[in-house]
């Protein structure tokens, strides 16, 4: 079925230290990753995103990689910062063409500093 | 560019009301999503529209819930009558595209079902 599912559902860390969520999607026809942010009491908005045909991309502090055999993804944000704190959504498109994006839980990110 | 526009921005109503909500895509978006944000959830698509035709509407229940594209610009997503199980925010969502391309939210709509 439809399903992609974001672990975990809530990480606390150190200012500077980094962070790692993780997903994993059901559909093997899936080939666009984005990752939205969303602070509290506003929309998501899109940080970063990858296609099927790349297994790494980077932006700054943030860097997002797809391992399509085994069917999981992962954003990794490096030198966190309290700004960081947020709730983080990975999303999959799936069928055939891509027409049909599924949200992952949403995983909340705390940053101490 | 200027965002997509949502309104109201919030709603309170009681159970068995019905209640509307409006928004404007990002012009040049040719596709439009409607999405349920209960809180501490992720985003459920309702229906995704590309122009003003419907591409999936698998997850709306539409025997209370409905939604329009009529001029495949501008859509109003209403509930008729409310339960409070629907107690959520209305996220509308635009793309340039209707297939592998990022999505442009509004700042949606929360609605309280009393």
């Known amino acids: 079925g439809e399903n992609v599912e974001q672990h975990p559902s809530t990480l606390s860390v150190q200012e500077g230290d980094s962070a790692v969520i993780k997903c994993t999607y059901s559909d093997s026809a899936s080939n666009y990753f984005p990752w939205y942010k969303q602070e509290l009491g506003k929309r998501p908005q899109l940080i970063i995103d990858i296609r099927s045909n790349v297994g790494e991309k980077k932006d700054q502090r943030i860097a997002v990689t797809l391992n399509k055999t085994a069917k999981h993804f992962s954003l990794h944000i490096t030198e966190t910062q309290p700004e960081d704190s947020a709730v983080y959504f990975c999303a999959a498109s799936i069928g055939t063409g891509g027409f049909k994006t599924i949200f992952g839980a949403g995983t909340r990110l705390f940053v101490k500093a | 560019e200027a965002g997509v526009a949502q309104s109201p921005r919030y709603k309170i109503i009681e159970k068995r009301q019905s209640v509307a909500f409006w928004c404007n895509p990002i012009?040049?978006?040719?596709?439009l999503y409607w999405y349920q944000q209960i809180l501490g959830q992720g985003p459920k698509l309702l229906i995704q529209?590309?122009?003003?035709?419907?591409?999936?509407d698998s997850q709306l229940p539409k025997d209370r819930f409905s939604a329009e594209r009529l001029k495949g610009v501008d859509s109003t997503l209403k509930i008729q009558p409310a339960k409070l199980e629907d107690s959520a925010v209305y996220l509308c969502?635009?793309?340039?595209?209707?297939?592998?391309?990022?999505?442009?939210f509004g700042n949606g709509t929360r609605l309280t079902v009393t």
């Open positions: 529209f590309q122009n003003n035709g419907v591409v999936d």
């Open positions: 012009s040049g978006h040719a596709t």
């Open positions: 969502a635009s793309s340039l595209t209707p297939n592998n391309s990022p999505l442009h």
